[in-house]
């Protein structure tokens, strides 16, 4: 008989004894600190939540903009995740956003929804008002609109150009 079934059949024998025991026991050697209220244990859980944050920044951006791509219905379909680490790496390559020469962010050069991948080669450091115009002057251009493709065009040439993805 393996240990733990030994185990197992002791204690469906003694059951009711050994948790009263168990029940005693941790009632004589309850801490002396009282207990803490629901309300006390989760403002204790989001002050650490908040020092962790404070004292890595950067990995907590890359892991929020890691998790927003990876949350895109398109990314998940097709089981494309990027990691914190990722983003990292491309705000260690691109260390402002590509358009404004300020901020940081998180954007995929080609859509998800054009087909384009949520993978490193096709992610660029755009700021989230780059990013909002961008989206915006796509939704205003109709697809069949004769600028929009090279609209498009221009975004990945521009993003292979600060990039370097394509001379390495
Ligand atoms: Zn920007």
């Not at 059951?15 to 005693?24: I, T």
């Not at 956003?97 to 954007?107: K, L, P, S, T």
């Not at 096709?122 to 961008?134: E, I």
């Amino acid at each position: 008989m393996a240990t733990g079934d030994a185990w197992r059949a002791w204690y469906e024998r003694n059951r009711e004894h050994y948790n009263a025991y168990q029940r005693e026991y941790a009632r004589a050697h309850r801490p002396e600190r009282p207990t803490l209220t629901p309300e006390e244990r989760r403002e204790h859980r989001l002050a650490s939540l908040r020092l962790w944050r404070e004292a890595h920044p950067d990995l907590n951006a890359a892991s929020t903009a890691a998790t927003n791509a990876n949350r895109r219905p398109q990314a998940r379909a097709r089981g494309e995740r990027i990691t914190s680490q990722d983003v990292l790496a491309l705000w260690q390559r691109q260390p402002v956003c590509v358009d404004c020469g300020a901020g940081r962010g998180v954007d995929h050069v080609i859509r998800l929804g054009d087909g384009g991948s949520n993978t490193t080669g096709n992610l660029q450091n755009l700021c989230k008002p780059c990013n909002a115009r961008k989206e915006n002057a796509e939704r205003t251009l109709p697809p069949d609109h004769p600028n929009f493709e090279r609209a498009r065009k221009a975004r990945e040439l521009r993003h292979r150009a600060t990039t370097g993805v394509n001379a390495r």
